[in-house]
């Protein structure tokens, strides 16, 4: 039986890359091409990480830690500008979905990184 762990990551991914399908809906050109990549990354990856493969996981950690560290960043410099710019709808949207993304993100590189010692 798959550790519960494995099973939320891997859902957690798969889930990601149907968001991204559904967002890339009446998209054309460039934008779509990298939406159907970054979505197809994800599938990949869910089903690594699903899987068990060592790849994955390392695939997984970086992936993660990038989205993490951008997510902060990007958070930061929306807070910095407040001062400057009123508060939008598209601000607190992201910042609502930093608060929820980014400790999930940090539990999956941690539990990640505890599975890859076991191997």
Known sequence: MK???IKIISAASVLAGLALLSLSL???GGKLVLFLCVAGLHFLLGAGIYFEKRWSF???LIYALLQAVGMSVWSLISTLTLMADPITPEK???FIATGCVVPFLIWAIVYLIQQLKRT
């Open 3 to 5: 550790p519960l762990g």
């Open 26 to 28: 009446g998209m054309t």
């Open 58 to 60: 390392v695939i997984t």
């Open 92 to 94: 607190i949207k992201f």
